[in-house]
């Protein structure tokens, strides 16, 4: 077998797509490295055609893309936030038309949202 060249890669996150076998192999390849050499040798042996299974595979390796799914996690976080933003100024309005005090308790049950959201828009906006 030639040696495998490490690839200039961009992302951080990576998949191997093995199976059960491949991947106890994999381990043991690894554990190999730093333990008695003869007692892995008759494995290594028997699973040749695995080992070379998995020597393509890593020589083969793709790059998951998590862009877009991490994009659209931010986003989706930033629409809610800007909603429950909304909630607290409009409840801190009507609190004040009311001549009400603006309290976390009170600005919850105004906005219809949760105690500790109220709490976390109201330090927010102080």
Same mark, same amino acid.
């Given at each position: 077998m030639?040696?495998?060249?490490?690839?200039?890669?961009?992302?951080?996150?990576?998949?191997?797509?093995?199976?059960?076998?491949?991947?106890?192999?994999?381990?043991?390849?690894?554990?190999?490295?730093?333990?008695?050499?003869?007692?892995?040798?008759?494995?290594?042996?028997?699973?040749v055609?695995? &080992? $070379?299974?998995?020597?393509? =595979? #890593?020589?083969?390796?793709?790059?998951?893309?998590?862009?877009? /799914?991490?994009?659209? +996690?931010?986003?989706?976080?930033?629409?809610? &936030? $800007?909603?429950?933003?909304? =909630? #607290?100024?409009?409840a801190?309005?009507?609190?004040?038309?009311? /001549?009400?005090?603006? +309290?976390?308790?009170?600005?919850?049950?105004?906005?219809?949202?949760?105690?500790?959201?109220?709490?976390?828009?109201?330090k927010?906006?102080?």
């Amino acid at each position: 077998m030639e040696k495998i060249e490490k690839k200039e890669l961009e992302k951080s996150y990576f998949r191997l797509d093995m199976d059960k076998f491949e991947y106890e192999l994999l381990v043991d390849m690894l554990n190999y490295i730093g333990s008695d050499k003869r007692r892995l040798q008759l494995e290594i042996e028997e699973a040749v055609s695995f &080992r $070379d299974s998995l020597y393509q =595979k #890593v020589i083969d390796i793709k790059q998951i893309d998590i862009g877009k /799914k991490s994009i659209a +996690t931010d986003k989706a976080h930033e629409v809610k &936030r $800007d909603k429950s933003l909304k =909630k #607290v100024r409009l409840a801190i309005e009507e609190l004040g038309l009311l /001549k009400r005090t603006i +309290t976390a308790y009170s600005v919850s049950k105004q906005a219809n949202i949760s105690f500790v959201t109220a709490q976390k828009y109201l330090k927010l906006l102080e």
